[in-house]
């Protein structure tokens, strides 16, 4: 059951600014009150967003800013372990973080841009 919203939707990005498997958009979000960066990228169509922590051990993933696929852009690849995520869901699918999967962030597209949806667990990092 997905978590009460307790803002309302955040602005990320233009819709155009995620291209089909490119470069995600970084974001800055407070996880149970702690900060954290995240991300959003498009695969199939569709806009997810992650928080940028790996399943196995609790480090940011991207190779480079906003690079988080792997060479063939298939899948979200951690680049300090090598865990491999379905894009889509967020689970892993090979790597040390077993059963494990990256914490989601819902995302919802309107007159091409982008939002994000808080949650009690996941807060804007800069409120008004």
Known sequence: MPEQPIAP??????????????????????????PVRAFA????????????RCA????????????????????IMCSIHGAVYDPLSGRCLMGPCTRG?????????RDGEVFWHPTADTRPAFED
């Not at 990228?41 to 940028?52: D, I, P």
């Not at 999967?101 to 597209?109: A, D, H, P, Q, V």
């Open 41 to 52: 990228l498009r695969f199939e169509g569709q806009a997810v967003a992650y928080l940028n």
């Open 101 to 109: 999967r990256l914490t989601k962030i819902e995302l919802t597209e």
């Open 9 to 34: 939707p955040q602005r990320l990005c233009a819709s155009a600014d995620l291209p089909e498997r490119g470069k995600a958009v970084s974001f800055d979000v407070l996880q149970w009150r702690e």
């Open 56 to 75: 196995h051990v609790p480090t940011e993933m991207d190779w480079q800013e906003g690079e988080f696929l792997d060479g063939d852009k298939r899948y």
